[in-house]
């Protein structure tokens, strides 16, 4: 069996609302993505995960996004380049901060929602993006999808970028995400997943929303925290990559 990271993003819970299991999930899962206040987590939520993950000796990443809590970062938002350049530096840097102050080492950084999304189209905020992971800490790795502006920036850096692909999502023709709001955009049924999943983790391939077969060569799979069915679709990915042989 071909083994590769599974990814979760966490830490989202913002005072009275509770998203995702945490908890639970990390057990079976190698790195987490940890929402860094502006899209969702609130402080005590974050310093939990943080110490949760160090615990569980799982990869620690910071997961920034646009500055939208009502809209859960799933919106895209017009910002200047200075702007832009300071939301990224204020949220890597917090959950750097944290995870150093509770004694581990941030390890990645995966972008989050509709940011991800105009990381792959738009080289303007790809190099600012880029730029600031480099000032902060260079060996720090991006996690980002094939052909993405970002991961072409990245190399100008000379920085590290794991390609991701999603258990949870299908995929276009160009190998982007279905937009959520279409029928079927998410997978919620932990089977269907998981045979994605090994798709892409031993033949290397994914099957569009088409149903043509294109070539997707993954280091790391996501699973969305806040997918109804999150739990059962780690555990059930978990056991096929790290457990079946």
């Not at 890597?92 to 929602?113: D, F, P, Q």
């Not at 999603?166 to 982007?176: G, H, N, T």
């Not at 998410?186 to 994914?206: G, H, L, S, Y």
Request: charged share 25%; net charge negative.
């Amino acid at each position: 069996m071909t083994m590769i990271d599974i990814n979760c993003d966490m830490g989202e819970s913002y005072g009275r609302y509770t998203i995702g299991n945490d908890e639970a999930i990390l057990d079976f899962i190698d790195s987490c993505n940890i929402a860094c206040g502006f899209h969702g987590g609130d402080p005590a939520t974050i310093v939990s995960i943080v110490e949760q993950a160090i615990a569980k000796n799982k990869n620690i990443g910071a997961h920034p996004g646009y500055p939208d809590l009502l809209g859960f970062g799933r919106r895209s938002l017009s910002m200047n380049d200075e702007d832009f350049r300071a939301a990224m530096i204020y949220q890597i840097a917090a959950l750097k901060g944290i995870t150093e102050m509770i004694g581990g080492r941030l390890h990645h950084v995966k972008a989050h929602g509709a940011l991800y999304h105009d990381l792959y189209n738009d080289d303007q905020k790809a190099e600012i993006f880029c730029a600031v992971i480099g000032d902060i800490q260079p060996d720090l790795i991006i996690y980002t999808n094939p052909g993405s502006a970002v991961s072409k920036k990245a190399v100008e850096f000379d920085l590290k970028i794991w390609i991701e692909a999603f258990a949870d999502r299908k995929y276009q023709e160009d190998l982007s995400l279905v937009p959520r709001g279409r029928p079927g955009a998410v997978i919620t049924e932990p089977k269907e997943a998981v045979r994605q999943m090994m798709d892409i983790a031993q033949q290397q391939k994914v099957t569009t929303e088409q149903g043509n077969q294109l070539e997707l060569k993954a280091d790391t799979i996501c699973i969305h925290g806040d997918t109804e069915t999150a739990l059962s679709m780690a555990e059930a990915i978990h056991y096929a990559i790290h457990v079946q042989k």
